[in-house]
């Protein structure tokens, strides 16, 4: 059993918070950017036009068949080509988590208009709303409320996939606590310090989804 | 920016030795095989035992189930992956420790193997127990009117049931654990995604690497999906509504 000396847990503080704030921003922005992304997307799987529907359909396997590891190395290659300027590695890791988590999304938003009953729509019609109409004022606003704590739920795995910027070197929290960890020659403690504030955040967050999820349910 | 394509760039030598970059690739896609499957084994075993016990009688049982699922669940791989190869020797007893962290042979293979067979394990301990919780209640009370035991019933009447109806879903867990194994790398396992990030920096053909990689880990998550369905299509239970194809 080796000497572990957790005093380096206090003055990693200030890093460990703009690591996290970090790791909150990108967990945010590709939340509401994968959310938004993806329920167009899902409205093009659904689409009747063929084309449409089947691109959408194969960014979304492509995006759900490889790992996201490999995913975030690639938009770090591809994206100074597109751009013509170097990125640095947050930018890249921003868009990547956005187009990423877009395609998870996009199958939750898919199955949650699914899950609306046809009768909806039929009524919708009958009122005289138009197919747009009915789509953002009944369709989605149900599909949303149906599908709130499976979305929340994708949000907690995201926000420990974005660990994965490590593979890249952005500086998010477990980054911040690895280069703590490195300086003061303390790596452990710091690992146990990351894993600690992980799971505090996800198990919090995944009771209140528990909770959320007996209010929202819509009783019919 | 413009890109000089070089597709014969596989058959060249790596900058470093007399390797080619095929053969460092051959190599990844070993490890990243031999990673997953270890881990698959390790998974399917504790994951199907786990999530027996969480449907058990007895309190203590199932909260043991709960907090292994939540455990595993709510820590990043990465981070797990950390606390094994970094972490876990330093708790060891000293001799133990010593070995662990000098003698032990193939420590990244294993350490890897056992993380990710852990944390898969709690996503398969839940499959198991929605596929026992989809039984009717009928069967468990049948067998026990029967005069089995519980440990009977689960083994006879009940997990010869769920395990069959849980397939699709393990399925797709089958395929995450080729994807998740690429987080291997970071701690030094020279599986697919180690070699591709070692291939662009020696080659600077990055577009090559990551199109070949991503290829193989296709591969793998086809393979996977393939195997299963053709399990699937063997052991379906008569009598289920259960689509044919």
Redo the contacts between chains.
């Keep these: 059993m080796s000497e572990f000396d957790f005093s380096v847990w206090g003055p990693s503080l200030p890093f460990i918070r703009d690591g996290l704030l970090f790791t909150l921003r990108l967990t945010l922005v590709a939340m509401g950017g994968g959310i938004v992304i993806g329920t167009l997307l899902a409205l093009a799987r659904l689409s009747p036009v063929a084309a449409l529907s089947r691109a959408a359909g194969a960014y979304v396997d492509l995006m759900r068949s490889i790992p996201l590891v490999l995913v975030i190395l690639w938009f770090f290659l591809v994206i100074p080509f597109i751009t013509g300027t170097p990125v640095g590695a947050e930018t890249s890791a921003i868009v990547t988590f956005t187009a990423f988590e877009a395609a998870f999304y996009c199958e939750i938003m898919r199955s949650g208009i699914q899950s609306v009953p046809r009768g909806q729509v039929h009524a919708a019609q009958a009122l005289g709303l138009g197919g747009a109409q009915t789509m953002v004022h009944v369709i989605l606003p149900q599909a949303l409320r149906n599908m709130l704590p499976v979305l929340l739920t994708q949000t907690i795995v995201l926000f420990q996939d974005t660990s994965l910027v490590y593979a890249i070197g952005a500086r998010d929290m477990l980054k911040a606590a690895d280069v703590v960890g490195k300086n003061y020659n303390r790596p452990v403690e710091m690992i146990v310090l990351s894993a600690l504030i992980y799971f505090s955040i996800c198990f919090g967050l995944s009771l209140a989804v528990k909770a959320l999820q007996q209010r929202v349910t819509i009783v019919r | 920016?413009n890109?000089h394509w070089n597709w014969g760039i596989f058959l060249e030598q790596v900058k470093s030795g007399d390797e080619t970059y095929l053969a460092w690739l051959a190599t990844g896609l070993g490890w990243t095989l031999a990673v997953s499957l270890a881990a698959w084994l390790l998974a399917l075993g504790l994951g199907v035992a786990i999530g027996t016990l969480r449907t058990a009688p007895r309190k203590g049982l199932a909260a043991l189930g709960a907090a292994w699922v939540?455990?595993f669940?709510?820590?990043?791989?990465?981070?797990?992956m950390?606390?094994w190869f970094?972490?876990v020797p330093?708790?060891?007893?000293?001799d133990w420790?010593l070995w662990v962290k000098q003698d032990m042979p193939a420590k990244e293979f294993a350490t890897a193997a056992l993380c990710l067979g852990l944390f898969t394990s709690a996503r398969i301990a839940e499959q198991v127990r929605a596929g026992i919780g989809s039984l009717p209640r009928g069967q468990r009370d049948a067998a026990l009117a029967l005069g089995l035991t519980l440990p009977q019933a689960w083994r006879q009447v009940i997990l010869p049931q769920a395990l069959r109806i849980v397939i699709p879903p393990l399925t797709s867990e089958f395929?995450n654990v080729?994807?998740?194994?690429?987080?291997a790398?970071?701690i030094g396992v020279m599986e697919l995604?180690f070699q591709?990030?070692q291939m662009?920096e020696d080659s600077e053909q990055?577009?090559e690497t990551?199109l070949a990689?991503?290829l193989l880990?296709?591969i793998c998550?086809f393979a996977a999906n393939r195997g299963m369905a053709w399990i699937e299509a063997r052991t379906r239970v008569p009598g289920l509504i259960a689509r044919t194809s």
Excluded at chain 2, 90 to 94: A, D, G, K
Excluded at chain 2, 178 to 183: C, D, E, L
């Design positions: 920016m890109y939540e455990l669940r709510n820590v990043p791989l990465l981070v797990q950390f606390l970094f972490v330093e708790l060891l007893p000293r420790s395929m080729f994807k998740n194994s690429s987080v790398f970071a995604t591709a990030r662009q990055g577009i990551y990689v991503t880990y296709f998550a």
